[in-house]
């Protein structure tokens, strides 16, 4: 008896060393070899002021896998989403003048088995080449190539090379595997860019001319049935929410949600403008005035839950670029706001209206501090 229950005890011992050896395995990084240096160019330490740490998690049981490369900050700077990266905004204190890399990276590479293909940096690796280089027509060999490389560059928005694939595209036969995935890019590019794969793909479609005025006009009355009209509000605001994020063509989606953000602000401070009004709050007859003010508030804060409404879709589907700047620019609308809360009558019939304002402008500030958004230098939400 004893003998099993040494048995039992050493087996336990043994899954125990089992299980730390694995995740001793687990948190040591596997680090790729570097790929070769472009002599005074790209991956050449010598030349180098950023180092770019990739890091690939492909499954929680496996190991991390990560590269390092010694890239150069005007190249890196060619993509929107490093220039916003590296700006001035979101540096932190400079290094000690002994550090001979200023700047260090790290950017994590999501699971995506269609994009890594061929190995987990490849398309990375290859792309970010392409930002020191501009190299399109030798880079670029192959359908497969641009397959592996354009969600990349659109995930950094380096705008030169999505355009470069988008031409080959345009050029190359595809195969019926490599038209599924083209037809997953589509959606994330512009109108204008897309308008010939598009053609290619869906020939019906595109030959139709007014294809497009129809989508918005479709997604313009559902925005306004789910705001406006419906009486289960929270049900159809769901449902159309799900199209909004799910609808192919993020052009039209922006187009669409920008038109219904700048209409429902100018509801917003239409009424505000009225309830702030001097005219109102010097009527002779004070019965009429509270009337008067206790209506135009009620639809102040009405109409700004749907323009948060819209402020989360705008967000939900990254087309927040209008919002933000055109949020930050309400200079009339903030000194109505502050004509409102001079007052305590604003406590009794809309308590809530600064929660609401507050909420909007905390969503529009944490997606361009997040980088989910990109927001001009002078914008400021704060």
Not at 208 to 237: C, F, Q, Y
């Amino acid at each position: 008896m004893s003998l099993r229950k040494r048995q039992r005890v050493g087996s336990s011992g043994d899954l125990s060393s089992l299980d730390g050896a694995l995740a001793e395995e687990r948190s040591s990084p596997s680090q790729f070899r570097s790929p070769a240096f472009d002599p005074g160019g790209f991956n050449d330490p010598s030349f180098s002021d950023v180092l770019l740490h990739l890091q690939f998690d492909p499954d929680p049981d496996a190991p991390l896998t990560c590269l390092d490369l010694h890239v150069q900050s005007a190249a890196l700077c060619r993509s929107h989403y490093f220039a916003a990266l590296l700006s001035d905004r979101w540096q932190r204190p400079s290094a000690s003048s002994g550090d001979a890399i200023p700047h260090r990276v790290t950017f994590k590479i999501p699971r995506d088995d269609d994009r890594h293909r061929q190995g987990p940096f490849d398309a990375h690796v290859a792309v970010i080449r392409l930002l020191h280089t501009l190299d399109f027509s030798g880079a670029v060999a192959s359908v497969t190539d641009v397959l592996e490389m354009m969600p990349v560059a659109l995930e950094l928005l380096f705008e030169d090379c999505v355009r470069a694939c988008v031409r080959f595209l345009e050029a190359m036969p595809w195969t019926e595997e490599e038209e599924e995935r083209v037809l997953k890019l589509i959606p994330f590019l512009g109108e204008e860019e897309s308008r010939e794969l598009v053609a290619r793909v869906s020939p019906m479609v595109a030959a139709s001319g007014d294809w497009k005025s129809m989508s918005e006009e479709m997604l313009h009355g559902l925005i306004d049935v789910a705001i406006r009209r419906h009486p289960n509000v929270a049900t159809v605001k769901a449902f159309v929410a799900k199209i909004l994020k799910d609808f192919p063509y993020r052009g039209t989606v922006q187009r669409v949600l920008d038109q219904a953000f700048l209409s429902s602000l100018e509801t917003v401070k239409d009424y505000l403008g009225k309830y702030a009004s001097p005219d109102v709050r010097v009527a002779e007859d004070s019965d009429e005035r509270e009337a008067i003010q206790r209506l135009n508030l009620h639809a102040v804060m009405s109409n700004l839950k749907h323009f948060h409404w819209l402020v989360e879709r705008i967000i939900e589907v990254r087309v927040a670029d209008t919002a933000v700047r055109e949020w930050s620019e309400q200079e009339a609308l903030a000194a109505d706001l502050m004509k409102t809360f001079r007052d305590d009558t604003w406590k009794n019939i809309a308590p809530g209206l600064p929660l609401l304002v507050t909420r909007c402008s905390y969503r529009l500030a944490d997606a361009v501090a997040s980088g989910a958004t990109l927001a001009p230098r002078q914008v400021c939400l704060s």
